[in-house]
């Protein structure tokens, strides 16, 4: 049976990854700065802010079955790099070295029980970048290819490491923009099936593969719709 820890799992796709894990069989450890928030019935909730070095390895202590961990853990902050860099900062925080913080805690969890799964959740802004969302697209960009990195280093203790890669989800985060947008229990359920068949990368809808297969083409006529 799964073990799993999922962080950020009080609202958007950290909820439904969490909630559908339990609906598989999968014993959840639920994550989640407020744990009060989170409202997951049958789910063990977990206080953990994953840029706290001693919140990461006070979870990694308490959670010594998992093995699987869900990095899902983001924010937006919508700051452009020459703007405010404080918010540019906190991306960063979260998105590439909370990530790597929980990655590292874990590795060993992972080891003693088997090699285990991380899931690194990235985006279609790993390939791109978009007006407004700056620091978003760079840190996930890092977060993207510290999971190539990631699958290197752990290919000894046989963990598989695998990068979710979407455009628009229906969540709290994207409520604000304009746009068609993937029902989050698909993409959940596309994200969970994908990683169970051992898939390393896992792009989720069309614009993700339209972006991504656009890195080997002339940047010119991808840009050209922003400038």
């Known amino acids: 049976m799964t073990t799993a820890l999922v962080t950020g799992a009080n609202r958007g796709l950290g909820h439904h990854f969490a909630a ?8 959840v ?29 006070a979870a990694a202590e308490l959670a010594g079955d998992v093995d699987l961990l869900v990095n899902n853990a983001g924010i937006s902050t ?25 990655v590292r805690a874990f590795a060993p969890v992972l080891a003693a029980n088997g090699g285990g799964t991380i899931v690194n959740v990235a985006s279609a802004l790993s390939w791109f970048a978009a007006p407004g969302a700056g620091a978003y697209a760079v840190s996930k960009a890092a977060n993207w290819n510290m999971s190539n990195a990631l699958r290197l280093e752990l290919a000894a203790q046989r963990t598989q490491v695998t ?8 969540t709290d985060m994207a409520r604000a923009i304009d746009g068609p947008k993937t029902d989050p229990a698909q993409v959940v359920r596309t994200v ?14 069309a614009w993700s593969a339209m972006v991504k297969a656009s890195l080997a083409e002339d940047p010119r006529a991808f840009y050209a719709r922003f400038l």
């Open 163 to 170: 990068s979710v890669h979407l455009g628009l989800a229906d």
């Open 29 to 57: 450890y639920a994550a989640a700065r407020e744990p009060a928030s989170i409202d997951l019935p049958g789910a063990r909730t977990l206080a953990l802010d994953v840029t706290d070095p001693e919140a990461v390895a």
């Open 20 to 27: 559908e894990l339990l609906a598989r069989g999968a014993t």
């Open 192 to 205: 969970l099936d994908a990683t169970a068949q051992g898939e390393i990368e896992v792009v989720v809808d």
């Open 78 to 102: 919508g700051s452009p790099l020459l703007g405010d860099l404080d918010g540019v900062r906190a991306e960063m925080d979260v998105n590439f070295w909370g990530t790597l913080s929980m």
